[in-house]
């Protein structure tokens, strides 16, 4: 099945989305894990129609409970890769979904990888796209810096270049789903403190708190779930190196795709994500409009 409206993310604005575009008989799904930055807030009072102030958990729990009675459709999955052929394929950990628009509505980018001199090395040895970087390094050994889904799905993407991948978790638990727990004997798994990377000019390896050190080529950084500064370097989508680029209907460079929210970089406020994701919508409506006329 091919939803009309598929949208990345449960916060203010991809719920507000979907508000509108199920009103509007768009067969609407929202995928994306309950983590808001909505959830940190304790009190909101700042938010149009309420008299006293309300919790973000409650605020958003309110907002989804909306969105499906009026129809949208909601799970809670990780997102790890966004395509677009004829139409979009959004990967998650557990399911392939199609649609013909996608709104992206992650939230601010994932705050870096805490690991000192990472930026120093960005574009010398450091990446964050095994789609655009992968080549570079056949047949050399690569480290992944993850712990979760996403960072075995970005292994995986290596596989077709080197065997000889780690995934460095960097002292944090494996966070894994069964059938990726399954994957993980193709891999080696280093579950060390890091304490920096280092190198001249180009990345050489990893030192480690206990002052062992571990050479490597290059290294892709999957930390957290992937952002939307991850899907914009593989797709090709727009941005100013922090936030998705849109137009005041916001739609990026990508026909189809939309952003709205803190991904955008505007005002990271409630009432902009809400706005911004009911801009969204009517663009989504339209299209989806134009093309059931047109056949
Ligand atoms: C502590 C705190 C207090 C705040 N207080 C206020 C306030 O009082 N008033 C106010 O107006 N604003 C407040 N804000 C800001 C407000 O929370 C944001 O502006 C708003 O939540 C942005 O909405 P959004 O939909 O763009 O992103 P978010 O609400 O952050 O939602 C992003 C969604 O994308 C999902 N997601 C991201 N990547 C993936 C992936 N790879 N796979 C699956 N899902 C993914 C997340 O899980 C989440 O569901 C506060 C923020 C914080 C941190």
Excluded: W
Excluded at 31 to 38: A, N, P, Q, R
Excluded at 68 to 92: C, M, P, Q, S, Y
Aim: charged fraction near 25%; include cysteine.
């Amino acid at each position: 099945m091919i939803y009309d409206a598929l949208i990345i993310g449960r916060g203010p604005a991809g719920i507000s989305c979907a508000i509108y575009t199920a009103r509007a008989n768009l067969k609407t799904l929202v995928i994306g894990l309950f983590g808001s930055s909505l959830v940190k807030a304790d009190k909101v009072e700042n938010y149009y129609g309420f008299e006293m102030p309300i919790g973000g958990k409650e605020l958003l729990i309110a907002g989804e409970k909306q969105a499906k009675r009026l129809g949208a459709e909601i799970i809670d999955e990780e997102i790890v890769n966004i395509e677009k052929a004829d139409h979009f394929k959004v990967t998650t950990t557990k399911n392939i979904y199609e649609a013909h628009t996608v709104l992206l509505a992650t939230g601010s980018p994932n705050i870096k990888a805490p690991v000192k001199k990472i930026d120093k090395f960005e574009g010398s040895g450091v990446s964050y796209c095994t789609v655009c970087d992968g080549f570079f390094y056949r047949n050399k050994k690569v480290g992944v810096l993850g712990y979760t889904d996403y960072a075995v799905h970005e292994a995986m993407e290596l596989l077709p270049f080197t065997s000889d991948i780690t995934i460095f978790t960097n002292g944090m638990p494996l966070k894994l789903s069964d059938e990726n727990q399954k994957e993980l004997s193709r891999f080696s798994i280093n579950t060390e403190k890091i304490a920096e990377l280092y190198g001249g000019e180009n990345l050489e390896g990893i030192l480690f708190e206990d002052g062992r050190k571990q050479e490597l080529s290059g290294l892709f950084v999957a930390y957290g779930s992937a952002s939307s500064i991850s899907f914009a370097l593989k797709m090709g989508i727009m941005t100013d190196g922090k936030s998705i680029l849109v137009n005041d209907k916001m739609e990026t460079n990508i026909p189809g795709l939309y952003a709205a929210g803190d991904c955008t970089g505007v005002f990271k406020q409630i009432s902009v994500a809400v706005g911004q994701g009911a801009i969204a919508s009517r663009q989504m409506i339209e299209t989806v409009r134009k093309m059931r006329k047109d056949g």
